[in-house]
Nanobody, 126 residues
Framework: QLHLVESGGGLVQPGGSLRLSCEVSGFGLENYAIGWLRQAPGKDREGVSSISSSGYGTKYADSVKGRFTVSRDYGANTVYLQMNRLKPDDTAIYYC???????????????????WGQGTQVTVSS
């Protein structure tokens, strides 16, 4: 049974930083790419970033390039999303997700992911 749990969300002022964590269990993290996606109120879910199983391949949405960094810790079975210079437009529920099969290299489309965490709320406001 695949299980993903996000943490690290909260309320932050514009320009501030947060680090989200996605702890995975039930499968070898080293075999799966992991994606971060978000959904703001009234909007469709959108891809933010993804990282390959090796950790060498990363992708970012244009809206977060240069501000967000994705990384992974195999020993801790955890993937991180470091978010800097946050803007009010970054306010959303953030989800981590995994594709159905090991070895797949998904992009930033939510349809490419089959396993999801419960989400963590990020609110950027003064």
């Amino acid at each position: 049974q695949l299980h993903l749990v996000e943490s690290g969300g909260g309320l932050v002022q514009p320009g501030g930083s947060l680090r989200l964590s996605c702890e995975v269990s039930g499968f070898g993290l080293e075999n799966y790419a992991i994606g971060w996606l978000r959904q703001a109120p009234g909007k469709d879910r959108e891809g933010v970033s993804s990282i390959s199983s090796s950790g060498y391949g990363t992708k970012y949405a244009d809206s977060v390039k240069g501000r967000f960094t994705v990384s992974r810790d195999y020993g801790a079975n955890t993937v991180y999303l470091q978010m800097n210079r946050l803007k009010p437009d970054d306010t959303a529920i953030y989800y981590c997700a995994a594709p159905k099969y090991a070895g797949l290299v998904p992009g930033l489309q939510s349809s490419e992911y089959d396993y999801w965490g419960q989400g963590t709320q990020v609110t950027v406001s003064s």
